[in-house]
């Protein structure tokens, strides 16, 4: 595939992964381009130092290059990568004894505060609802708030948060539905509409 580059939007993750396993540096360098800042906007998410966020995030591509040959290919990129840095990011709080007997990610504290932008607010009655939603959010468990981060703001289905979370798919959509449940309870308007539409746009 010559001069990827000039239909760079129109590149499926899929293509782009096939590329890479086969050796294209260029497929892999746009899938780079692609997922790096989104990546360490998660890792952000349980991590505070920034610079090791990034570090982690570079060994995964690393990685990625190293043993190209041996990735599976039918794989959810995105999901994929997320998970890495997971990962990765628990690998490193384990070295740092950050967590005492790390044996998996549940431990990782979820970091992301949800928070809807003043631009994206119409009037201050609903400005008001607003910052309400987003103190609800903030007061969930953080296994619930990281899933709701996953499946909105990153956009994944519930197949791929599961697959983020390392959870089955019937424990995160009910992860997933025990947040909506509690938010319903306490914030009577549509809530998931209102999620979906504003707190996920910034």
């Known amino acids: 595939m010559n001069n990827l580059r000039t239909n760079t939007e129109k590149l499926s993750d899929s293509i782009l992964w096939s590329q890479l396993r086969v050796g294209d540096e260029e497929a892999f360098s746009l899938l780079f381009e692609r997922y790096y800042s989104p990546l360490v906007n998660y890792g952000k998410t349980l991590m505070s130092e920034g610079d090791i966020v990034k570090d982690c995030v570079q060994d995964v591509f ?37 967590f005492s007997k790390v044996k998996d990610v549940d431990s990782l504290e979820f970091l992301f505060d949800f928070s809807i932008e003043d631009r994206l607010i119409a009037d201050e009655i609903m400005a008001t609802k607003v910052g309400h939603l987003n103190r609800l959010i903030n007061d969930l468990p953080a296994r619930q708030k990281e899933a709701l981060y996953l499946r909105y703001h990153q956009g994944l289905p519930v197949e791929q948060v599961a697959e983020v979370l390392n959870m089955n798919y019937q424990s995160t959509k009910n992860l997933l539905h025990r947040a909506i449940l509690q938010l319903r309870k306490d914030f009577p308007i549509p809530i998931l509409t209102l999620f979906m539409e504003l707190s996920l746009n910034y």
Do not use: G, M
């Open 62 to 98: 690393v990685d990625i290059w190293t043993y190209r040959s041996k990735l599976n290919e039918a794989i959810a990129v995105k999901a994929y990568l997320l998970s890495s840095v997971r990962k990765r990011i628990a690998r490193h709080h384990e070295r740092e004894h950050i």
